[in-house]
């Protein structure tokens, strides 16, 4: 089981970190800055500003499989009931979500909540536990809410609907706090497109950002950088950061294989590196040569796929993990994506492609917060695309497309054979383009709360299967739906379910669990600071730590817990380094006017 006795050659440092997303970047950040040697493996490359694909033929190749040649940013994943995107490259998440940080409800810390097939679902935080931990990582990455109040953001139609629909149904709204840059520093005007200062630790991709130009792009990667992702903030400061050591040691394209446990402590990590050579050409990615590295601390923040995937797949070599609760508590954050659209003859325009992807939120209450509330609860947020994807709606609008190419061949035929054809042809192209009803009509909606964490994750062969359905939750999917179709009739637009909601399978963005934090073994995989019970130096910092749903975007909350973590870990590390770490803000931290958020 244990692995061949340390030799002067072999590589070893204090910690190394499995993945570069929110849980992997905070902790990185954390134990660099207090001197520890840090090695970070990211199985993805980087992505400076400007390099995220735009192009269908870069699109195409926008996928990770390198079996197949693609090292691309989209990870996507099917299981029986729902499918799941996920990021490959260096910032994890950050790169494709939408900037949203909110902080879990302190009344949806639940104790001890039943689940249908047995057992409980049970928070051992709470939300004072993690209010210091939320500020600082609020502070890092610059939370700042939408500035609807400035000249050039207040004519932002989808904000402004939601915020009037919510009003007539009753229902709390807000403007949630962004990891976006609006404005160029602290305390300086928002505007479009102006240079962002970097922060004092610098940016280790050394290019310039500028702040958000509104052209909702954030869900494929920003090119100007406006996004506060963790490459521009917490990567960027650990690989800056270390009194002892030279900053965190950030290594792309290292893909990591297997975990083991060394006699007398730490482990041996082995990882293979995608070269960039292979790129666009097939793979035999098992026999790519393996590579190895040994450290105190292992710190896994590969994602809740990834690193559920990988203690199942190496329980033989870390004996002491907790099997029988390894793979449970699998939840979508109650992830439901669904549509308005125009109703025929609307003059109504929600322009889902100006802004970031989500600009607002509204807040539906859970039965644990007011006693006449029957249900769980959830949030619903606008959502947002690029600008090209206008193109896309329009152009899938076969019957109304087909209509005005036939009717604009017909006039220029007409006019040939009447010999008076008309030189300016202005008024037939904007005819033939059509008015854009549908396009600048039609909003995604977002839909994500407390569904039920009865999903499991186990292995099948050598691939991850997740056992999760609808069913247990549709109580729950019913009352987002009513709520998303009361929206649609506040806004006079028509309500259209997600196709894949024909089969009740849904796509999730937030996938959580799989080695929950408990009180004890009994509850989970890891104890309440994320340590893994029966394994000393291995904890996990992702979101398969979850013991249940977050409630709101989960990213805010699991890094609060990996900063959390890192501080009892620090505290209790032999020889430590006190040195707090800094709070020096990355951007702007200014918030929208008082009026604009939600109550507390």
């Not at 970097?198 to 494929?220: F, K, S, V, W």
């Not at 025929?344 to 970031?356: C, N, Q, T, V």
């Amino acid at each position: 089981m244990s692995a061949e006795p340390l030799t002067p050659s072999t590589e070893h440092v204090d910690a190394v970190v499995v993945g570069s997303g929110f849980g992997g970047s905070v902790s990185a950040y954390r134990l660099a800055e207090a001197g520890l040697r840090v090695v970070v493996l990211e199985r993805g490359r980087a992505y400076p500003p400007g390099s995220f694909a735009r192009t269908p033929q870069e699109m195409s190749r926008n996928f990770w499989d390198p079996s197949e040649g693609l090292h691309g940013l989209f990870d996507i994943w099917t299981f029986n009931g729902f499918d799941s995107v996920v990021s490959s490259g260096l910032g994890g998440g950050s790169l494709i979500y939408a900037n949203v940080l909110l902080r879990k409800e302190e009344r949806w810390f639940v104790r001890r909540e039943s689940l249908p097939g047995g057992g409980y679902e049970t928070w051992p935080v709470t939300r004072d536990d993690l209010e210091p931990h939320y500020e600082a990582v609020e502070r890092m990455l610059g939370a700042t809410r939408y500035p609807l109040h400035a000249p050039a953001y207040a004519d932002t139609r989808k904000t402004l609907a939601m915020r009037l629909a919510a009003k007539n149904l009753g229902l709390e709204w807000e403007l949630p706090p962004l990891a976006v840059s609006f404005s160029a520093g602290p305390e300086e005007p928002p505007g479009l497109g102006l240079p962002i200062k970097d922060a004092e630790y610098g940016n280790l991709h050394g290019l310039p950002r500028r702040t958000c130009r509104l052209i909702g792009e954030c869900d494929i990667g920003c090119n100007d950088g406006a996004k506060n992702t963790l490459d521009h903030t917490y990567l960027s400061a650990a690989k800056a950061a270390g009194a002892k050591a030279a900053g965190a040691d950030i290594r792309t394209r290292c893909e990591v294989r297997g975990l083991q446990a060394r006699d007398g402590g730490g482990y041996e990590v082995t990882y293979v590196e995608h070269d960039e050579a292979n790129e666009g050409r097939r793979t035999d990615t098992h026999a790519l040569p393996l590579r190895t590295i040994t450290c105190d601390l292992l710190i896994l923040g590969a994602g809740t796929y990834g690193t559920t995937y990988l203690l199942l797949r190496n329980h033989r070599t870390l004996p002491g993990l907790n099997l029988p609760a390894l793979g449970r508590r699998y939840s979508g954050n109650g992830d439901l994506l669904t549509f308005l659209l125009p109703k025929k003859g609307s003059g109504s325009a929600l322009e889902a492609s100006r802004g970031p992807v989500i600009t607002s939120s509204m807040f539906v209450p859970d039965r644990l917060d007011r006693p006449d509330v029957m249900g769980r609860g959830f949030y619903v947020q606008d959502g947002g695309y690029p600008g090209f994807v206008d193109w896309l709606a329009e152009s899938a609008d076969v019957t109304r497309t087909v209509f005005r190419a036939g009717e604009f061949a017909m006039r220029a035929l007409m006019a040939r054979l009447f010999g008076t054809p008309d030189t300016s042809l202005s008024s037939e192209i904007a005819r033939l383009i059509g008015d854009g009803t549908l396009s600048a009509g039609s909003l995604p909606l977002l839909g994500i709360g407390r569904d039920v964490p009865d999903g499991v994750m186990r292995l099948r062969g050598e691939r991850l299967q997740v056992d999760w359905t609808t069913e247990t939750s549709t109580e729950y999917f019913a009352r987002v739906r009513r709520t998303m179709r009361d929206i649609a009739d506040a806004l006079d637009a028509r309500y259209v379910d997600n196709p894949l909601w024909f089969f009740r399978k849904i796509i999730t963005v937030h996938p959580l669990g799989g080695a929950a934090i408990g009180h004890n073994r009994t509850e989970g995989v890891c104890d309440p600071y994320n340590a893994v019970f029966g394994l000393p130096g291995l904890y996990v910092a992702d979101g398969a730590a979850m013991p249940g749903p977050v409630g709101p975007n989960p990213s805010l909350t699991i890094a609060a817990l990996a900063d959390r973590m890192c501080t009892r870990l620090l505290e209790n590390r032999p020889h430590r380094n006190r040195r707090r770490a800094r709070t020096t803000t990355a951007t702007p931290t200014s918030s929208g006017p008082a009026e604009e958020g939600r109550p507390s």
